[in-house]
């Protein structure tokens, strides 16, 4: 099992990117996928997660109200929309594949997560 994230880049404050998430290797469409940070000097923090289906969506406070996660299971693909970006969503973004067959245990937390793509880095300037 496989995933690339792109999408990331330079960008000003309220600013927008779509980062990206595509998955190879492995069965993603029964699985909550999940995106999480990491700036430096900090703990890994939790994103946004969308179940298996689409159709629910988890999101960290920080970011509630300023992310869309959205899923393409023909594509097996995750996406992560950002809007309104702030500095302090500077961050490396990854995205991971749930352990768990259908189900939406702790999925907040990254010991959920077995399979992990490489990061994208997202900086966003003042």
Do not use: H
Request: glycine share 12%; net charge positive; with cysteine.
């Amino acid at each position: 099992v496989q995933l690339q994230a792109s999408g990331g880049g330079l960008v000003q404050a309220g600013g927008s990117l779509r980062l990206s998430c595509a998955g190879s290797g492995g069965t993603f469409s029964n699985y909550v996928m999940g995106w999480f940070r990491q700036a430096p000097g900090k703990e890994r923090e939790f994103v946004a997660a969308i179940s298996w289906s689409g159709k629910s969506t988890y999101y960290g406070d920080s970011v509630e109200g300023r992310f869309i996660i959205s899923r393409d299971n023909t594509k097996n693909t995750v996406y992560l929309q950002m809007n309104s970006l702030k500095p302090e969503d500077t961050a490396v973004y990854s995205c991971a594949r749930n352990i768990y067959y259908r189900r939406l245990d702790a999925l907040r937390s990254g010991d959920s997560y077995n399979y992990w793509g490489q990061g994208t880095q997202v900086t966003v300037s003042s």
